[in-house]
């Protein structure tokens, strides 16, 4: 893949991905689901980093899966709820992803392939490419039809009040 054309600005030395707002697509619910998966990836990064075993890392990538496919599942009601025109291709790219995922765990699991940082570099590009070029498309519109733009301004204990009483 390409890396060039998007990537967030260099992470930390400790973390794969820092959070930044060149990560957002404005709307508060998918900014956190995104934040989520951002760091599951900082958690792997830091597996690898303390050499914690392909069991640890194997585990990690097993909760990404699993969280990025409820994830996309999220987003895809919310397109179709919300009549996003451009659903069949978001969809299309998400299987792909999904795709791409289930080939590299595949590979790990009969050691076809280890889990290293160049994996660690794919899995990068693999999620923010995603955002930047895919995601942030959608923003505008969710926008318009009514979702909750994100609050740089609002605490957590204001999001969470907000959620249980807004
Ligand atoms: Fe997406």
């Known amino acids: 893949m390409n890396d060039t054309a998007a990537s967030p600005r260099p992470a930390s030395s400790s973390s794969l991905i820092d959070w930044s707002d060149d990560l957002s697509v404005g709307i508060q619910e998918i900014d956190d689901q995104h934040q989520f998966l951002v760091d599951l990836l900082n958690k792997l990064h830091r597996a690898i980093h303390q050499r914690q075993g392909k069991a640890a890392a194997q585990a990690i990538l097993v909760e990404l899966v699993d969280y990025t496919k409820i994830h996309f599942a999220v987003e895809e009601s919310l397109m179709r709820i919300l009549g996003y025109p451009s659903y069949d291709d978001h969809k299309e790219q998400?299987?792909?992803?999904?795709?791409?995922?289930?080939?590299?765990?595949e590979k790990l699991e009969s050691g076809k392939k280890s889990i290293t940082f160049e994996l660690l570099h794919f899995l990068r590009i693999w999620l923010t490419k995603h955002i930047m070029e895919?995601?942030?498309?959608?923003?505008?519109?969710?926008?318009?039809?009514?979702?909750?733009?994100?609050?740089?301004?609002?605490?957590i204990a204001g999001r969470l009040w907000s959620s249980l009483f807004g």
């Open 94 to 105: 998400h299987d792909h992803l999904i795709a791409e995922i289930h080939d590299l765990q």
């Open 134 to 155: 895919e995601d942030q498309q959608y923003g505008p519109f969710f926008l318009s039809r009514g979702a909750v733009a994100t609050s740089e301004k609002k605490s």
